[in-house]
């Protein structure tokens, strides 16, 4: 019966992405993943992730405890641990990227999803300093920032307001998103206080 125990990995599930944008295999959030291979220098896999107006990407990359060595077919464990990861937007471009060195360590990277800026993004996992070790552990988590608890992003201009009754309401600005717009229903000849 002992042979039948199945434990789950330390670094996660296990994965093997596309080797281009065209390929991209899509991965789930709030899920921690490895690769099922040692990643040479300047090569990556490549994965998506659906990411919808009003939410924030959050990407970490964390090096394991020894880096790799690949020559031609062989490989040793040897060097510090680099560990790379890359967001690229919907249209492919470069958005950020963070590299991690030390064993254990974990870098962090966020990106803001403004009004109509959501879609597909691509998760680049490798680095262009060295060889990447399997066991280099990542994850994505989508983070909601809905304005007005709307379910969206407020637009910004009049034809994309989010609809919102009198009382409190939360609203996210970033560098992405500058403004937002909201629409409300007034009564005549009632007093309105907009702080």
């Known amino acids: 019966r002992a042979l039948l125990i199945k434990r789950d990995s330390a670094f996660g ?4 992405g596309g080797a281009k944008y065209d390929e991209a295999v899509a991965i789930k ?7 099922d291979h040692h990643q040479r220098k300047n090569e990556y ?8 107006d009003g939410q924030k990407i959050v990407a970490s990359i964390q090096a394991f405890d ?34 991690e060195a030390s064993p254990g360590e974990k ?4 990106v ?19 060889s990447q070790h399997q066991n280099s552990r990542f994850d994505v988590t989508l983070v909601d920032q809905f304005d007005a608890n709307s379910g969206r992003d407020a637009g910004s201009d009049d034809s994309k307001a989010v609809d919102i009754q ?12 500058v403004t937002d717009y909201y629409a409300l229903a ?10």
Do not use: C
């Open 166 to 177: 009198p009382g409190n309401h939360t609203g996210y600005l970033h560098a992405n998103d």
């Open 29 to 35: 959030p709030a899920t921690t993943y490895h690769l």
């Open 112 to 130: 803001p999803i403004g009004s109509g800026q959501g879609g597909r993004f691509f998760i680049l996992v490798g680095n262009e300093h060295s």
């Open 186 to 195: 007034v009564s005549p000849k009632a007093k309105y206080n907009v702080r």
């Open 66 to 99: 020894k880096g790799v060595d690949i020559r031609g077919d062989k490989f040793a464990e040897s060097g510090p641990p680099y560990a790379g990861l890359a967001i690229h937007a919907p249209d492919q471009r470069h958005i950020v990227d963070k590299w």
């Open 107 to 110: 870098a962090t990277m966020s």
């Open 13 to 16: 599930e296990e994965i093997r």
């Open 45 to 52: 896999d490549y994965f998506t992730v659906e990411a919808r």
